[in-house]
């Protein structure tokens, strides 16, 4: 069955060639060719303040940007997050964004009933996350830390399932490391995994 995916290019820097790039357009033309509905937000691409009070959370998104992000989150099926581990961590930019798309209750949100509201039920997500080091090391010396808080304390918590992971390191490996690793994640776009 056709679905309708959002890949969130979550890198911070504009400038193409960086193998994040290479990622987004396999698992692009992989979900195009078997006949899913691919839209690509760029948060380089957006102006983004930083988050500075709880009281503007609770409030409509005040950036065009970020509105348009979550009507094209709202519109997908399947959300996937593609970014480098910057410090242990997804970059300050795509944290910056996750702040302000959860703004106004549209991830979570708590109930007058005293229970939470899950804003991204029913959806999946995959995140896509390349790294320096080994991903063997990130997820069993570091214990992937940064990366369970992404799943469980946002996308399970506001209702997706399920939720996966490509954990790709080390990048520099070589030509081949890479292009075994674009097959992967065009097969994984072509089953919208
Ligand atoms: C500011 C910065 C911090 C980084 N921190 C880490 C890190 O903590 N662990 C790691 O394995 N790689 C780290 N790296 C390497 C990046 O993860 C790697 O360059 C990136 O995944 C390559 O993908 P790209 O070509 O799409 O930028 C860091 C790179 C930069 C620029």
Redesign the pocket.
Known sequence: MARKILIVRG?P?PAPG????ALVTAYREGAEAAGHAVTVLDIAAMDLPYLRSADSWKLPAANADIRHAQEAIARADHLVIVY?????DMPALLKSFFEQVSANGFVMALGPEGRWRQGLKGKSARLIV????PALV?RFYFLAHSLRSLERNVLRFAGMAPVRSSLI???EKGAAFRQDWLGRIRALGAAAE
Do not use: Q
């Open positions: 890198h820097d960086h193998f994040c790039d480098p581990l910057w410090l242990g390349t790294m320096g080091m990130y390191g080390p990048v």
